[in-house]
């Protein structure tokens, strides 16, 4: 059974740099794209950033890009999303998901991440300013 740890939250001043991590188990990473998400309070939640399967192309929504950078170990099962210029905006929950790729899973993680059936906990990331 597929199951996705996420871990790097915490406590960040405004401008520092974070690195998430998710680390996934009971699939071959490299079947699947991942996807990072975050939801604030009040808010509903967002795509942050995709990685595809094998090319390794990517997507960030317009806040981050420039910023964050999704990337992946597929030898260690694990999908990095590193944080940087952080600000108080970026304040959030943030969740990783996989999705097949057979079912067009770029395009859902980025269009319709709800489609997915794996997620993680979520890791608390704070920016104060």
């Known amino acids: 059974q597929e199951h996705l740890v996420e871990s790097g939250g915490g406590l960040a001043q405004s401008g520092e740099s974070r690195r998430l991590s998710c680390a996934v188990s009971?699939?071959?990473?490299?079947?699947?794209?991942v996807g990072w998400f975050r939801q604030a309070p009040g808010k509903e939640r967002e795509t942050v950033a995709c990685i595809g399967d094998t090319d390794h192309t990517t997507y960030y929504t317009n806040s981050v890009r420039g910023r964050f950078t999704i990337s992946r170990d597929n030898a260690k099962n694990t999908v990095y999303l590193n944080m940087t210029s952080l600000e108080a905006e970026d304040t959030a929950v943030y969740f990783c998901?996989?999705?097949?790729?057979?079912?067009?899973?770029?395009?859902?993680?980025?269009?319709?991440?709800?489609?997915?059936?794996?997620w993680g906990q979520g890791t608390q990331v704070t920016v104060s300013s």
């Open positions: 009971g699939l071959q990473l490299e079947n699947v794209v």
């Open positions: 998901a996989t999705f097949p790729v057979i079912s067009g899973g770029f395009r859902l993680c980025i269009l319709n991440p709800s489609a997915s059936n794996s």
